[in-house]
């Protein structure tokens, strides 16, 4: 299997120890290279994530940011991943770091905002995912018309229309999240474990998390907090 499990008594000691390990990453990195690429998730489950990363010392001025994932909305919705970055990262000592959204105008075309988003992508080094109730990664959901295309397809940003989800998704596709040096994985509470006891068992479609945890491609380290 391709995952190290971290558990954890409480959420707050979880994302601690998240937040010490994502640093850590980075500053490998940044060894031997110049500059590291990251690329958060959305959602509301990093925002305690987010906001203690960003007081952690970090040679943020050398961190490029970019998403998992985005809502195609406007970069100041309330439900926009860009807009949840900039509030609860960018800021404190993380205000260093050079963000950049997968669209600036979510008005074009879908097939324009897929092209943009390709043509100008840097593929991550670290991506710090996470996981929904029905065992979705980044907008790789299990029911959308796309899914099989997410797993399979070579290009990097993809286009996903969910079925139980709000809002079409641009979203790094399996590949793209399997060319990172490193992924992190935080997930809590006892429902979602179940259904990532499940993703352990074997690839399934109808858990797509399942393909990160069974890749031999890249390592996964799972933060777990009960």
């Known amino acids: ?3 190290k499990m971290h558990e954890f008594s409480d959420l707050e000691s979880c994302n601690k120890a998240l937040v010490e390990a994502v ?13 590291v690429n990251l ?9 305690l994530f987010l906001e203690m990363l960003s007081k952690k010392a970090c040679a943020w001025d050398k961190c490029n940011i970019s998403l998992v994932d985005e809502r195609i909305v406007e970069l100041d919705h309330e439900d926009s991943n860009a807009r949840l970055i ?7 000592l993380a205000q260093k770091a050079h963000f950049k959204p997968f669209f600036k105008d979510c008005k074009l075309s879908l ?22 109730g029905d065992g979705h990664t980044a907008s790789l959901f299990p029911e959308a018309d796309e899914i099989n295309f997410a797993l399979t397809t070579q290009k990097n940003i993809i286009s996903v229309t969910p079925k139980n989800a709000p809002y079409k998704r641009l979203s790094m596709s399996l590949s793209a999240l ?3 040096n490193e992924l992190f994985l ?4 006892r429902e979602k ?3 990532f006891n499940e993703a352990t068992k074997g690839l399934n479609p109808k858990f797509p998390i399942s393909y990160i945890l069974h890749s031999k491609k890249v390592m996964c380290n799972v933060y777990f907090s009960k």
Do not use: R, W
């Open 1 to 3: 299997m391709a995952f």
């Open 23 to 35: 640093v850590l990453s980075i500053d490998q990195i940044l060894s031997d290279k110049q500059s």
């Open 39 to 47: 690329a958060f998730s959305g959602g509301k489950s990093p925002v």
């Open 86 to 92: 900039k509030m609860h990262f960018l800021k404190n």
């Open 111 to 132: 097939e324009d905002l897929v092209k943009n988003a390709n043509k100008f992508y840097n593929q991550p080094d670290i991506a710090i995912l996470g996981m929904g």
């Open 178 to 180: 399997e060319n990172c």
């Open 186 to 189: 935080s997930i809590a509470t």
């Open 193 to 195: 474990q179940l259904v």
